[in-house]
């Protein structure tokens, strides 16, 4: 009798795990593309990954996060001077302070998969030291996700040129919502 118990209690905690499994985010083929805009226009990017995980139960997304190379930072909308210029202003501490904060990341805290097979992922954003609560909309295709991302830059200490923290700033104004499109690769 207890062999039988002890086998079935076996069997249904083997069962329970044989299709929970993580899949490692491949960094070199993943990417983040970001878009921020002012009055004036817009620039535009990308930003490494550094490391990331995705949980996976009968091919559906259970948990994840994401690490983010800050230090990568990069705009691909302008050359020479000004390409230069813009990334060192991205990277001090006007906006981002990468010296000091050299990375970000994403911890998924909450799933729900929509009708259409998306997910609505809630989770933890840390930028700059400063932590809150973030959605992220994904969908997921054979060995990738793509998602987006709207954020809030005021909301990690991030005020340099922002309407809400400064008057008369003009076509100066920078918008305070900056947008992440995110492709993990696995």
């Known amino acids: 009798m207890r062999k039988t118990i002890f086998a079935l209690s076996f069997s249904l905690v083997a069962t329970g795990f044989a299709f929970a499994q993580t899949k490692t985010v491949d960094v070199e083929k993943s990417t983040i593309r970001w878009v ?8 535009e990017g990308f930003i490494n990954l550094k490391s990331g995980e995705l949980e996976m139960e009968e091919n559906k997304i259970t948990g994840g996060y994401f690490v983010v190379d800050m230090e990568s930072l990069y705009c691909t909308d302008l050359e020479g001077e000004s390409k230069g210029n813009l ?48 959605t992220l909309v994904l969908s997921m295709k054979e060995g990738k996700t793509v998602g987006n991302m709207v954020i809030d830059r005021t909301d990690f200490n991030v005020r340099y040129g922002s309407g ?15 947008q992440l499109i995110i492709t993990l690769i696995f």
Not at 36 to 43: A, D, E, S
Request: proline share 1%; charged share 30%; hydrophobic share 25%.
């Open 36 to 43: 921020g805009k002012k009055i004036t226009g817009q620039h």
């Open 87 to 134: 990334e060192g202003h991205l990277k001090s501490d006007d906006f981002f302070g990468v010296e000091k904060y050299p990375e970000a990341s994403f911890k998924f805290t909450e799933i729900k998969a929509n009708e259409n097979g998306d997910y609505e992922v809630t989770g933890k954003l840390t930028v700059k030291g400063t932590t809150n609560t973030q």
């Open 164 to 178: 809400k923290f400064f008057s008369n700033l003009g076509d100066r104004t920078i918008d305070d919502n900056f």
